[in-house]
């Protein structure tokens, strides 16, 4: 029903910038919170950033001033600059967006894919 595709990974090196993004489409009625967490290898994953349906943000306090997260509500797309990179950061991203498909449906949880960043000299 909600499909995401998130683009704008890579590998770049220690102080470098990187901007993913991730837009949802087919159906739906509403975006409420969206969000990126990340997993590195052998770690559980974690939550990187989110924002609210009205703009309010949170960040985990390793990424604090250096990422950040936005949206496009008109484009039902969310953003995050990833800005000073670190090799710590090198992870899979994922996006993840509670939407709600249609006015007869409520709000779920949907994740997308997943994209590599790697951060390395």
């Known amino acids: 029903q909600v499909q995401l595709v998130e683009s704008g990974g890579g590998s770049v090196q220690p102080g470098g910038s990187l901007r993913l993004s991730c837009a949802a489409s087919?159906?739906?009625?509403?975006?409420?919170?969206m969000g990126w967490y990340r997993q590195a290898p052998e770690k559980e994953r974690e939550s990187v950033a989110n924002i609210t349906s009205s703009g309010a943000t949170d960040y985990a306090d390793s990424v604090k001033g250096r990422f950040t997260i936005s949206r496009d509500n008109a484009k039902n797309t969310v953003y995050l600059q990833m800005n000073s990179l670190k090799p710590e950061d090198t992870a899979v991203y994922y996006c993840?967006?509670?939407?709600?498909?249609?006015?007869?449906?409520?709000?779920?949880?949907?994740w997308g894919q997943g994209i590599l960043v790697t951060v390395s000299s």
């Open positions: 087919g159906s739906i009625f509403s975006m409420d919170a």
């Open positions: 993840n967006v509670r939407a709600r498909p249609t006015i007869y449906h409520w709000y779920s949880e949907v």
